[in-house]
């Protein structure tokens, strides 16, 4: 409902991206990007981003501060 009065629309879907830790994503992945209206070469990307991002967190744990 708000988001509906903050864009000044009639209606909203929520659509879940929902990617684990690892870059797995869910079975229905490709079906809410078409509903983005997003191809499909950004799947990569965000895998791409979630291992990166996982890495950095890992990295920054590991490593010992000064």
Do not use: Y
């Amino acid at each position: 409902m708000k988001i509906t009065s903050m864009w000044n629309v009639e209606s909203t879907v929520i659509v879940p991206i929902v990617v684990s830790v690892n870059g797995l994503l869910a079975k229905s992945f490709d079906q809410h990007l078409k509903k983005l209206s997003l191809g499909c070469w950004i799947k990569g990307r965000i895998q791409k981003a979630v291992v990166l991002e996982t890495a950095r967190i890992v990295r920054r744990f590991l490593t010992p501060e000064p």
